[in-house]
């Protein structure tokens, strides 16, 4: 069993930056995919990116490739999203979750955090 935290979201002007922290309890991340996902207001949950923990390979979505960053913290079992560039569009709550397969598939992922609003104005 993973549980998962989400920190670090907040509000912004657009063109502003935040960082999201994900840490993992339970177990370890070992060989799972870990991936960031937002929800806006009336609008279906949404793929952002993902990394696979063991290798360390990434997949982005278009809308934030170039904007944002993930990374993670082996010792710490953290994963980061540093967000730049952001614009009102950004808005969403974001969750991160862990799942066995390094995919962009939402139903793929098993284990969910709380979530942590982004709010981003013009």
């Known amino acids: 069993q993973v549980q998962l935290v989400e920190s670090g979201g907040g509000s912004v002007q657009a063109g502003g930056s935040l960082r999201l922290s994900c840490a993992a309890s339970g177990r370890t991340f070992g060989s799972y995919a870990v991936g960031w996902f937002r929800q806006a207001p009336g609008k279906e949950r949404e793929f952002v990116v993902a990394i696979h923990w063991s290798s360390g390979s990434t997949y982005y979505a278009d809308s934030v490739k170039g904007r944002f960053t993930i990374s993670r913290d082996n010792a710490k079992s953290v994963v980061y999203l540093q967000m730049n560039s952001l614009k009102p569009e950004d808005t969403a709550v974001y969750y991160c979750?862990?799942?066995?397969?390094?995919?962009?598939?939402?139903?793929?992922?098993?284990?969910w955090g709380q979530g942590t609003q982004v709010t981003v104005s013009s």
């Open positions: 979750a862990a799942g066995r397969l390094f995919t962009p598939v939402i139903s793929e992922y098993n284990y």
